[in-house]
């Protein structure tokens, strides 16, 4: 038996593990007290990471799709070699636009990524198309207005804030913010501090608040914006902030008076004296932050709730300071920014869809491949990702995949995706190679763990890096060594500031443009095998660090990591590899926000003309019908589902059915009573569910979970397929978010 330090992997946040492991297996999983965020927190998911680490799905061995549609296994040679055949036949008939890539990694997976992304340039392919694009691009887009650009990314400094709006998330099950548990349980315990909820269901969360606004679903738009209209009209806002940090109030004022309050706060049904506490608490308060989550982000008006969600803490002065809302530095670049405004972004055929942070919605995915026509998407690459389970509609994904012409899955199992493939290539699971927790996005203190193996590799699998390195390889697109690098990687004397090998990648890629791109596999296979214990693959995070270094000398100071210009990365990059715990690479102080603003002037935005002009046009709608009374919530955050990795439905203590939240009343109106099966139409599909009586949600709302329906083993579907039951057409119209809290539905007994 051994013990080791590593992270978990199924959520955000990371938090450092300390596992006992024998034959093969985790034994015992804890919190390792020595990592600098979580400090020994954990929740009782990470406990269960045998069930990924050891499913029976894994796959070992690359296997090629057969006439009959069974898969046969097939060498490595054999396998890259016929794929980088037909891409570059591919590339050269039809052009980049024919390629795609879907995935890249999940929570704490994400060197995939790094090295997938060569290989959209390698096919001169811009089509990127990830989970984030069914979550986050519309808070992406927002951020992009607001601040100058879609790599700004807020945080929320809840630990020191005296007032805090949880809004559509519920930390005690979807964490998301730093030791979810013991921080709301503080802030409960102080009654100084206030927390409120803003929740169509009366969440675990909410049960701690002080205020709980129970809203209508889908009604966020009207109360948040009434919220913010009283805020204005009682002049709560910050003349003194606004002035000095932001421009554009002016309309954002003239918007604001024209909502009508009282008919927005009755739309949302809430109490008209709870909402004045809350927008007039929020604004006087010492200092206030907001965290939000996918509760507004997937629910009607998506964008708008965004923008107003960042209007409360930017029109309050509740930004850039202690306890407030703050930008936040990243080591590892998750997002860039794509402005749609800008006609060097290209759009997609289809829809003409732009990409936000580089990344495009799933929800129109299908379409691209089966409605554009001769300049149709044809091939894909399908990294640690599962679309035809996890992504809207997962009919149209099913047909659409099994229509192009090649498609080539990379993951650790056989998931319902990878059964749609040409090829699927076994890659190495998230304990047996390096990788890292790409999720850095703390402030004023930012922190980053990389994860060492912990096992050996299963069969034949391999890392991601090695699989993309060969095959840019394979298709001529990069030489197979750097003599020259790897010569002065080996024998560079000095390796505390890798000097001369920095310069003579600079002078490779100043002979030789077009390598640039392939920086990740150039470094994996120059600099990378001269690292202790074959740590290869996490040598991009060597110019990473330098840049952060360059970027944020006093920060990176502060956080322990000196060194001069040209060492301070490096120093910063050495120190990642022997942290075993993790480390804090950067600490900011709060006034350091403005230099994260990318604004001219780092001055904020606030008017987004688009999102004025769709205020003006709001109506109060009604989302139910006769043929649809009710509404959905897909995808609730519960006890035992997560990122869908787990695949074993053994791994759940309770709710193997996934079950769907009913009120009593309807329940009662319907003739139905706890684990009674029944059907769950929408416009786009049926789902079978199984009920629960719970009077934690309002009347007409349903809510169910998302990580089930896994056809673990081929023939055991655990729980419900979501996805049949959500639509390509029900999403936010402007970055097409899907809109999975709100989805109409009629339910039907059945009657066994
Ligand atoms: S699921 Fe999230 S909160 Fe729970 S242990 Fe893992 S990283 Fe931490």
């Keep these: 038996m051994r013990t080791e330090k590593t992270a978990c992997i199924l959520c955000s946040r990371n938090c450092g593990l300390l596992v006992d492991i024998e034959d093969g297996k985790f034994t015992k999983i804890r919190g390792d007290k020595d990592h600098p965020l979580s400090q020994g927190y954990i929740c009782q998911k990470a406990a269960r990471l045998d069930y990924y680490q050891n499913n029976e799905d894994r796959i070992e061995h690359p296997l090629k799709k057969q006439a009959d549609g069974s898969f046969a296994r097939v060498s490595w040679d054999e396998a890259l070699d016929d794929i980088a055949r ?31 992304g060569q290989m959209r340039a390698a096919m001169k392919s811009y089509y990127n198309y990830n989970s984030l ?45 730093p030791n979810a548990r013991d921080t709301l349980k503080e802030i409960r315990k102080d009654p100084r501090r206030t927390m409120v909820v803003i929740d169509p269901r009366r969440t675990e ?11 209508k679903p889908g009604t966020d738009v009207y109360l948040l914006s009434a919220m913010l209209a009283i805020i204005v009209r009682e002049n709560l806002h910050d003349e003194a902030f606004l002035k000095a940090h932001c421009t554009g109030f002016d309309a954002v004022k003239t918007m604001l008076m024209n909502v009508p309050i009282k008919e927005y706060i009755a739309a949302a049904d809430v109490p008209m004296e709870d909402a004045l506490k809350v927008a007039r608490g929020f604004a006087q308060a010492e200092s206030a932050c ?17 923008y107003f969600e960042k209007l409360f803490f930017l029109i309050t002065g509740q930004f850039g300071k202690k306890g407030g809302n703050n930008l936040h530095d ?25 990409a936000v942070s580089g990344i495009l919605p799933p929800n129109i995915l ?8 001769e300049r149709r998407i044809r091939a894909m690459i399908v990294d640690s990702c599962n679309p035809a389970l996890t992504w809207p509609d997962a009919t149209a994904h099913k047909q659409a995949f099994e229509s192009l012409e090649l498609l080539v899955v990379i993951d650790v199992a056989m998931t319902e995706t990878a059964r749609l493939a040409d090829y699927v290539l076994p890659a190495a699971s998230q304990f047996e190679k390096w990788e890292f927790t790409g999720f850095n996005m703390e402030f004023p203190k930012n922190g980053f ?9 299963k069969g034949e699998t391999l890392i991601e890096a090695e699989i993309y390195t060969r095959l840019l390889e394979k298709m001529g697109e990069l030489p197979k060594s750097f003599p020259v690098l790897s010569r002065i990687a080996k024998y560079e004397p000095d390796f505390s500031s890798h000097a001369g090998f920095i310069a003579a990648l600079a002078a490779t890629f100043a002979a030789n443009k077009k390598l640039i791109r392939y920086g990740a596999s150039i470094l994996y296979r120059t600099l990378g095998p001269t690292l202790e214990n074959n740590a290869a693959a996490i040598t991009l995070l060597l110019p990473l660090s330098i840049s952060l270094a360059q970027k944020y000398p006093d920060a990176v100071r502060r956080a322990g990591h000196d060194g001069n210009k040209l060492t301070q990365g490096v120093n910063l990059f050495n120190a990642i590899l022997k942290a075993r715990s993790g480390l804090i690479f950067s600490e900011h102080r709060y006034d350091d926000v403005w230099r994260l603003v990318k604004n001219p002037q780092r001055k904020i935005t606030l008017a987004i003309p688009e999102l004025l002009d769709a205020m003006d046009k709001l109506s109060i709608d009604d989302l139910t019908s006769e043929q649809y009374p009710f509404i959905l919530s897909a995808g609730e955050r519960r006890s035992y589902n997560a990122n869908q990795i787990y695949r074993d439905p053994k791994w759940r ?9 009913m009120h009593p009343a309807d329940a009662e109106r319907l003739d139905l009573a706890k684990g009674d099966r029944v059907k769950c139409q929408s416009e786009t599909g049926t789902i079978e569910a199984v009920i629960e009586i719970d009077d934690s949600v309002r009347t007409g709302y349903l809510m169910m979970p998302h990580g089930y329906g896994s056809d673990y083993q081929n023939g055991k579907v655990n729980g419900p397929v979501i996805n049949l039951i959500t639509g390509l057409d029900h999403c936010d119209p402007i970055h097409r978010t899907p809109l999975h809290k709100t989805i109409p539905v009629n339910i039907e007994k059945l009657s066994a």
């Excluded at 969360?205 to 809203?215: E, G, S, V």
């Excluded at 990243?330 to 732009?354: A, G």
Aim: hydrophobic share 35%; with cysteine.
């Design 449 to 457: 763990q990389v994860r060492h193996p912990l096992f050996p590799a």
């Design 133 to 177: 694009g069914q979550e986050k691009t519309g808070d992406f887009w927002v951020n992009g207005r607001l601040f100058g650009s879609q790599e700004c990314h807020t945080a929320e400094d809840i630990e020191h804030s005296d007032f805090i709006i949880f809004l559509g998330c519920n930390p005690y099950q979807s964490h998301g913010i």
């Design 366 to 373: 299908p379409d691209e491949i089966l409605k554009a026509g």
């Design 205 to 215: 969360t909410a049960k701690a608040a002080d205020i709980h606004l129970q809203l």
């Design 86 to 116: 037909r891409l570059l036949s591919i590339r050269k008939q039809y052009g980049g636009e024919a390629f795609a890539t879907a995935g890249g990694g999940g929570q704490g997976n994400h060197l995939g990524g790094a090295y997938l």
């Design 290 to 306: 907001v965290r939000a989550d996918l509760g507004i982000q997937h629910s009607n008006h998506s964008t708008l709730n965004s």
């Design 330 to 354: 990243s080591l590892i670049p998750i997002l860039s920014h794509t402005d749609e405004r800008n006609p060097k972004f290209k759009r997609t055929v289809y829809h003409n869809m732009f």
């Design 653 to 661: 203590k309770i709710d193997p059915n996934g079950f769907m939240r």
